[in-house]
């Protein structure tokens, strides 16, 4: 009897050993190409944000659907050449003057909470936690590199409208590419994540239109100087949570350094107002269907997110939060559980004729 002959034991661990290895080395790509994805995945959300203003002019005019989508590309590249106008006329000054003052100033900040030793403490940490990041050398490339970063928000731009164009092309491909058996929860789960991150980004959108117009108007009063600009940056920034309003308020206390303590006092209490009201009065309203995140979890995996993936990971990390927790609560503890989810009703990709119905016992 020959004991080295491979049985179909040993033919099933070894497949297990190829399919183990495959997976490390499709993860390890995945890894390497970490950049891509992040663009690709913020091109799926333009693609979004292209679908939901094309549905409210569906809804609102009386036009069919290929109509009301190039009225909204039409929309988003006119907001988008406003922003634009923003950052390149109105408020070309003041950002310049930012931009070449920001080292000076934060060293200012530096130099002005370093007077108390707590202060001294929280300053040495933060340079220590920040000198060696991703995110740091992410931009120090932008300002060394300025071509890149926009060739990087043109791919952006041009992934969002093929996105757009066409999206139950790639929802189809993905679903090919799933088992038979596992399609109706995999379609559910992708609508569910389409679905929940629309609700996200229009609760964004109310807070950072909310947040820049309120931190503007505060810091005006306050008296620093490019007020309208900073408010801009805030606004822009809420779009990741925690860690963007705290890191546009590091410019604007810096510039209020240079108006002495009341403008910096006056920029804490603009800052602590506007959070408050945010807090205690916006976000509740505009976020009360989205999935409830506990703030640590988001804190924490914000900044995971921008560790690994840098500067472009961390403005998408709160968006790829979503749709992980969307996807936990979609596969595993609908599917895997059984928990009492209902998905949302939609109509089915591989069978536009089918349509999803909720189970009669879970309405809503």
């Avoid at 609102?60 to 290929?66: D, F």
């Avoid at 900073?230 to 350094?257: C, D, N, Q, R």
Wanted: hydrophobic share 55%; aromatic share 8%; with cysteine.
């Amino acid at each position: 009897m020959n004991r080295l002959r491979p049985d179909d034991a040993d033919a099933r661990f070894i497949r297990r050993i190829v399919l183990t290895l495959v997976i490390l080395g499709v993860g390890a790509a995945l890894f390497r190409a970490g950049d891509l994805l992040i663009l690709a995945f913020g091109s799926i959300l333009g693609a979004i944000v292209i679908h939901a203003i094309a549905d409210l002019y569906a809804d609102r005019l009386p036009i069919g659907p290929k109509r009301s989508l190039t009225l909204s590309v039409a929309t988003v590249l006119a907001v988008l050449g406003f922003l634009a106008w923003l950052f390149g006329v109105a408020f070309r000054q003041q950002l310049n003057t930012l931009v070449t003052q920001l080292p000076n100033l934060i060293d200012q900040l530096a130099a002005w909470a370093a007077q108390s030793p707590v202060g001294a403490k929280v300053v040495d940490a933060v340079r220590a936690a920040y000198a060696g990041s991703r995110v740091a050398q992410d931009i120090g490339g932008i300002v060394s590199g300025a071509g890149e970063f926009v060739l990087n928000c043109l791919l952006l731009l041009v992934g969002s409208l093929f996105f757009a164009a066409d999206p139950k092309v790639y929802e189809r491909g993905f679903l090919l590419l799933i088992p038979r058996s596992m399609r109706p929860a995999m379609e559910d789960a992708l609508f569910d994540t389409g679905s929940t991150l629309r609700l996200w980004l229009r609760a964004q959108l109310i807070q950072m239109t909310t947040m820049g117009v309120l931190v503007g108007v505060g810091l005006a009063i306050a008296g620093v100087p490019s007020a309208a600009a900073l408010g801009l940056l805030t606004g822009l920034s809420e779009f990741v949570p925690y860690v963007g309003p705290i890191a546009a308020m590091l410019p604007a206390l810096g510039l209020a350094a240079q108006g002495g303590n009341g403008a910096i006092v006056g920029t804490l209490i603009t800052f602590a107002l506007v959070r408050l009201v945010q807090t205690n009065a916006i976000t509740p309203f505009v976020t009360s269907r989205v999935v409830a995140i506990p703030p640590a979890v988001t804190l924490f995996a914000i900044i995971g997110i921008g560790t690994i993936f840098g500067l472009f990971g961390l403005f998408f990390s709160a968006a790829l939060l979503i749709v992980v927790f969307t996807l936990i609560r979609s596969l595993y503890l609908r599917e895997v559980l059984g928990e009492d989810i209902p998905p949302v009703e939609h109509q089915t990709l591989l069978d536009p004729r089918a349509r999803v119905k909720q189970d009669n016992n879970n309405p809503g």
